[in-house]
């Protein structure tokens, strides 16, 4: 069965430093999608990045980079130029791209930003 | 566009009570899911569907009803409710075409308390 983990339940980061947030997975698909989803305090789920996992090149979203490693099926998170907004949970995410479309979602990061 | 609606935001329940949580999405996606959110548990997909008169369980179906008669509304109901279903349930709608292809876009959440 597919399955996500994330193994840091809390990270926190100095305002305007760098910081990266781990996953993997296991799965015996070729072809899915990776994303990280971002919850701050209003509960509110929003999309910060994908990655299809037929494209070899990372993604990118202004200060929100991936460094995805399908081998070793590993998909972590950078946060550059960190701000204190940037303070929140990030989920990992995993999704087939046919048959069942189901998501499997990681455990979550809560990541502190300090001024 | 409204997006993802959740009714209600709170809800208060006694055990044995029974209950329809309501989503409804005026995007057109096709695929809708609901999601529950514990503690340390991330999110967990309780059903699912890809389309008008289809649905299929999640990883957590047990005690949860769904249909989906329209496009645009998915509701989810407890047949008769429990301590253990107290949590946060989410709705998530997704579209299967298009340059947003599965990517989840997320009601607001309803905080569920059963007694």
């Known amino acids: 069965a597919q399955t996500v983990t994330q193994s840091q339940p809390e990270m926190s980061v100095q305002e305007a430093e760098t910081v990266t947030l781990s996953c993997t997975y296991d799965t015996s698909e070729s072809d899915y999608y990776l994303f990280w989803y971002k919850q701050p305090p209003s509960r509110q789920m929003i999309l910060v990045i994908r990655q299809e996992a037929y494209k070899q090149q990372n993604a990118t979203e202004n200060r929100f980079s991936v460094n995805f490693q399908k081998a070793a099926k590993s998909f972590s998170l950078k946060i550059s130029d960190s701000q204190l907004g940037d303070a929140a949970m990030y989920f990992c995410?995993?999704?087939?791209?046919?048959?069942?479309?189901?998501?499997?979602f990681g455990t979550g990061t809560r990541l502190k930003v300090l001024a | 566009n409204a997006g993802v609606t959740q009714t209600p935001k709170f809800q208060v329940l006694k055990t044995g009570q029974s209950m329809t949580l309501q989503c409804a999405q005026d995007?057109?996606?096709?695929?809708m899911s609901w999601y529950r959110q514990d503690p340390g548990m991330g999110l967990r997909l309780i059903h699912y569907?890809?389309?008008?008169?289809?649905?299929d369980q999640g990883e957590v179906p047990n005690g949860y009803n769904v249909s989906r008669s329209t496009t645009e509304d998915f509701p989810l109901r407890l047949l008769s409710a429990a301590p253990s279903q107290t949590s946060v349930y989410f709705c998530?709608?997704?579209?299967?075409?298009?340059?947003?292809?599965?990517?989840?876009?997320f009601g607001p959440g309803t905080r569920l308390t059963v007694l």
């Open positions: 998530a709608s997704s579209p299967l075409r298009g340059l947003s292809y599965n990517e989840q876009f």
């Open positions: 995410a995993y999704s087939f791209t046919s048959g069942t479309y189901k998501y499997i």
């Open positions: 569907s890809v389309g008008a008169g289809i649905t």
């Open positions: 995007m057109n996606h096709e695929y």
